[in-house]
């Protein structure tokens, strides 16, 4: 085998699978259909016992699969008649189970692995230390410190205290926080450069309240497409691979860490001198630390660049409001910025500091082009350097000043090699294609759209605890469901306020946790979690309604892949049969009813209009109970208390909120329009009909 790569690997077990899913379901729909058909074919004897025996090795197959998972598995045990719909459960959750599993071990695969707790190094010793373990890394690694602890950031003054501009955790959208634009061959939107359109709220202006919203109205709705633009659009757009960027360059070595000059930049005099060092140059590399546990949106800590000749660390902590000037050189066309796996970085220059990278070269596209064994950086390193660095660090709590010796080196490293990193893959690049530019030139190319990429801020909205919802093990019934909504709202609300990360405020498992028991005391909220998040603790009477609310729903199951598999948009599912089978009068089913936003939503309106003509059915009071024990998906367009958009997120033409609410609203006239139009039709017809008829008379 010729080492595939994983990728490889993946693709074809992938295919693998795919193919074997799709033979089993075309196998399925072959088979005889229930009712006549398949009435038909049991009347033969041998028919019968080869779908016994089937049937049996099927069951058998599938208790084996359960039992390994876990799962309970007495399929075959039960009555057959009237164990068949809890089978079915046990097979939706069984499922449930192995795809919770598989989405882990993926996630994992993945390198996402949240909620993780910064990393500090063994000789740190802040004051007080609060919370500590032990971390051991395995055995066989360098002569490096080999232990490190893990501190409770408490311990760590919270930088946001001296930032010059307020963080804005608002639930609206990002727009850049650029205001120069250099090396601009488009100059910047008026947006952007008028500060009296960015700054001067109409609210402020001493005219009426209805006066104020219409000018911020027009205001803004002249500048939707600038403001949610990216600011060097048409720079990456124009931008092609100047020649001596696609020809074998004679890669440089890089100079012994020990006797390269380092540089810890603090000052804004620095930054200068530094900028105007790199506005020189034609090619210097960049990485990024970041911090997530102690903060809502996250925080860049440090900027690493390193030139052919000199390292640098950036506090971008200290220096925040003025990265900015930064742009010259990394928006300057005829210089190559360097990074690995730019991805995330690309995303915090422009969240944190408005900044931009024109004629960027990603080394992890590079590997990825190579097809390399593994992509990381590490493997870079060893693979080309013969360098052994450890991770070790990288969940460090980079937040720390002054910063230790070890975070130092360890920072150092994720740039120092890079540039020649960048000249050996180039070298590999034209080789594997024998000097052919393509595989250089795409490369280039996909860099290019990484740096097109725009930060987009988390969004609260109704549905979202929907999704993250989607991802636990256990299906919910209502209630569980409805203090799940509730706390993952109050989490999000939080923690925008306290500017803290949503596992900080309250973890997932946590919630989880309290979710599914529900505790009737405060103290059992407590009893929850382990530790005891600080503001869990001191919100706990807070938390204790909300539980106590969600304890007051009616007692219903839901099956969490039917609460999923229909968003609430989705009209395609909402067929005659639905409406009828749920007709008042006819049976309704509680499984059947949890099925569909929209059926939901139907039922309501029914239930609504009927409401005041006559007392409501037993089938329609029960509908009405699934209903309100329900999201209602289309909440968030109506008044509501306890939803936490920016009051003028709905009239602000730069929210997602207008822009959805706007595209509802259009979406339903065009309805009523629709609507209309059938109406008329059959009008005209019925007049039609009624002149051939008196026609016909005469
Ligand atoms: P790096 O580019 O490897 O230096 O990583 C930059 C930042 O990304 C680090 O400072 C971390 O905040 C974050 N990061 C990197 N790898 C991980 C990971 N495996 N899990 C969580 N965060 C990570
Ligand atoms: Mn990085
Ligand atoms: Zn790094």
Known sequence: WPLPGEHQANIQIKSYGLGAVLSATKASAGLPQAGDEYDFYRSFPGFQEFCESQGDGLLHCMSQIMQHHGCRSHVRDQNKLTGLEERFDLVVDSNDVILERAGILLDEADGVNRNQQPVMPAGFQPPKIVVSSWNRKGPGSGSRSETFRLLHAKNVTRPQLKFKERIDNSNTPFIPKIFIKPNARKPL?????????????????????????????????????????????????????????????????????????????????????????????????????????????????????????????????????????????????????????????????????????VNLFDTHQASRALNLARHSLDHLLKHFCSVDSDKRYQLADWRIRPLPDEMVQYARTDTHYLLYIYDCVKVQLLDFNHSQPGLLQSVWNKS???????????????????????????????????????????????????????????????????????????????????????????????????????????????????????????????????????????????????????????????????????????????????????????????????????KNAKFDPSSKIFEISKRWKLQSIEQQQKEMEAKKKAKEEAKEQARKATGNGA
Not at 328 to 348: L, N, Q, R, Y
Request: aromatic share 8%; net charge negative; glycine share 2%.
């Open 189 to 357: 939107p008026a947006y952007f450069t008028n500060k009296q359109i960015r700054k001067e709220r109409p609210e402020d202006l001493d005219v009426p309240a209805a006066l104020a919203d219409l000018i911020h109205q027009q205001r803004t709705q002249e500048h939707v497409d600038d403001m949610f633009a990216h600011p060097y659009q048409y720079e990456l757009d124009h931008l092609s691979t100047q020649e001596k960027l696609l020809s074998k360059p004679e890669p440089q070595m890089y100079k012994p860490m020990a006797e390269t000059k380092f540089s810890f930049i603090d000052s804004l005099e620095d930054l200068v001198a530094l900028n105007e060092k790199l506005c020189k140059l034609s090619e210097f590399a960049v990485d990024l630390e970041h911090h997530s546990y102690r903060s809502f949106l996250g925080l860049t800590c440090l900027m690493q660049i390193s030139t052919r000749e000199e390292d640098f660390i950036i506090d971008t902590l200290e220096l925040r409001s003025e990265m900015y000037i930064l742009n010259e050189a990394f928006t300057d066309p005829s210089i190559v910025k360097v990074f690995h796996g730019a991805d995330s970085d690309i995303e915090w220059l422009q969240r944190d500091f408005g900044l931009y990278v």
């Open 448 to 646: 290019k759209d990484i740096s097109l990429k725009k930060y987009v801020k988390p969004i609260y909205t109704e549905e979202s605890y929907l999704e993250l919802q989607r991802k636990q093990k256990k299906s919910l019934n209502t209630q569980q469901l409805t203090a799940f909504r509730l706390l993952f709202a109050w989490r999000d609300k939080l923690a925008r306020q306290e500017d803290e990360s949503t596992g900080f405020v309250l973890p997932t498992h946590m919630m989880n946790k309290i979710s599914e028991e529900l505790p009737k005391e405060p103290q059992g909220i407590i009893a929850c979690c382990n530790p005891v998040p600080p503001l869990v603790r001191q919100q706990v009477n807070e938390l204790h309604l909300l539980v106590q609310q969600a304890r007051e729903m009616p007692l219903l199951k839901v099956r969490k892949h039917e609460v999923m598999l229909f968003g609430p948009h989705d009209t395609s599912r909402v067929s005659e049969s639905d409406l009828l089978h749920l007709s008042p009068g006819g049976k309704l089913d509680a499984h059947a009813c949890c099925a569909s936003y929209k059926k939901l939503c139907f039922i309501l309106k029914e239930v609504e209009t009927k409401d005041a003509q006559k007392s409501l059915s037993v089938a329609q009071m029960k509908a009405r109970q699934i209903t309100e024990s329900f999201q209602n998906p289309f909440r968030m367009y109506l008044p509501s208390k306890d939803v936490h958009v920016n």
